[in-house]
């Protein structure tokens, strides 16, 4: 599977509130399929299944077979994957925004000048 048809089904998976909340429950701990249909009694068992299925397709759960029981577990990698695609570079720009105006407000960095500024600081001067 490509990057992109495994990023589709990441974004069709988070995309349901049903599946949002399985993750959800899955993230404080490993349930079976049976626990996760008493946490969400208004769908039936078929439904959930099936939601299920679509976050297995997004490799986003994983189930291990204990006996009759179906122990589903999440997988945060590809939430983790896009999150350093989508919103690490831009947390790294930020923090870095961050870290340079506390140093100015230190003292120990002189601000970075910009057109703007210089041209007030031209027009004080006068």
Request: proline fraction near 5%; hydrophobic fraction near 40%.
């Amino acid at each position: 599977m490509s990057t992109d048809d495994q990023d589709d089904a990441l974004f069709k998976a988070l995309g349901h509130r049903a599946r949002r909340r399985i993750l959800d429950a899955l993230k404080a701990e490993p349930r079976t399929t049976g626990m996760l249909c008493e946490l969400m009694p208004e769908l039936d068992r078929c439904t959930v299944m099936q939601h299920l299925k679509v976050l297995e397709e997004a490799a986003l759960v994983v189930f291990e077979r204990r006996g009759r029981e179906r122990w589903n577990h999440l997988d945060a990698l590809p939430i983790h994957g896009i999150h350093e695609r989508w919103i690490g570079p831009y947390a790294a720009y930020a923090a870095s925004l961050l870290s340079r105006l506390k140093r100015m407000s230190e003292g120990e960095c002189a601000p970075v000048s910009t057109p703007a500024t210089k041209d007030t600081e031209d027009a004080g001067s006068r």
